[in-house]
C-alpha cells in the first residue's frame, strides 16, 4: 500500500530581487512511499527537500503534478491526525517546559490523559531529556530542542512522521538515539519519511532512498543495491553524471 504518492511533481518560486523571474525548485519529481517503510530523501543543501515535504504536508502547493497523502489531498483535515512534522527549524512556546509542550502536542493528537502521561515519560527518557524536562524550553541548547522535536514528532505513534534533516544539531550519541527512536517507531507500525545530508545515517536506517538533484529526483536507491554498496558512492556518482 501507498501513503504518499507524487506524480510529475514540478513547484517554482518567483525571484523577488532580479524582477520577479521563476526559478524552478521541483522538476518532475515522481515517487511513492509505502506503508510500513523508512525512505529517505537525500540531496545537497538547496535542492528541493523541505519544499517536497512542505507540499506534502499541503503547506505548499504544486504548480503541476498530483500528490496524493492516505488516498486524499495533502490539506485534507481528515488525515492531519495521522502525520506528525518535525521541520528542519523547529520553534518552540519557550515558557513551557518539555512536559507541558508534550502534553499541549499529545492532547492535539488526541491523546487520553492516562496513556499522555506514560507516553511523554517513556519519550522523554528516550531522548535523553530526563533530568531538563521541568526546564523553561528558552534555557535549552540547540542539541536539547532537536531532543524535543524528536519526541513531539513521535508521541501518539502516529501513522505516517515527516522529518526534515532530524539529525541536525546532534552529537555522535544524539544521532544514535535519533535512529534507534526511528527504527522502533518503524516497528510499532509508523511509517517514516525523512530527509537528511548525513549519508551514513540515512545508509543505517533506510529501506529505499531517492536523490533529489537540482529538483529532479534521479534515482531511487534500493535495498538491494544499499547492502552492496556505500550510499556515499552511489550519490557521488549519479550526481557527477549531471
Known sequence: ???????????SFRLKDIGGLKQKVLRG????????????????????????IKIMLGLLFPDRGDVIVFDSYPGDLKIKKKISYLPENPVFFES????????????????????????IGTLIEKVGLSGNEKKPIRKYSRGMLQRLGLAQAFIGN??????????NGLDPLGRKMA????IEANKEG?????????????????????ILHKGELLKIVEAPELQEKPLEDIFLGVIEQQ
Open 158 to 167: 502516529p501513522e505516517l512522521v515527516i522529518l526534515d534533516e532530524p539529525l
Open 190 to 210: 509508523s511509517t517514516i519519511f525523512f530527509t537528511s545530508h548525513i549519508l551514513e545515517d540515512i545508509e543505517k536506517i533506510c529501506s529505499r532512498v531517492g
Open 29 to 52: 519529481v515522481s515517487f511513492s512511499v509505502k506503508k510500513g517503510e523508512i525512505f529517505g530523501l537525500v540531496g545537497l543543501n538547496g535542492q528541493g527537500k523541505s519544499t517536497t
Open 96 to 119: 513551557l517546559n518539555a512536559i507541558e509542550f508534550l502534553s499541549f502536542v499529545g492532547r492535539l493528537r488526541g491523546l487520553d490523559k492516562k496513556n499522555l502521561k506514560s507516553s
Open 1 to 11: 500500500m501507498e501513503i504518499v504518492q507524487f506524480v510529475e511533481v514540478e513547484k
Open 179 to 182: 535512529r534507534d527512536l526511528i
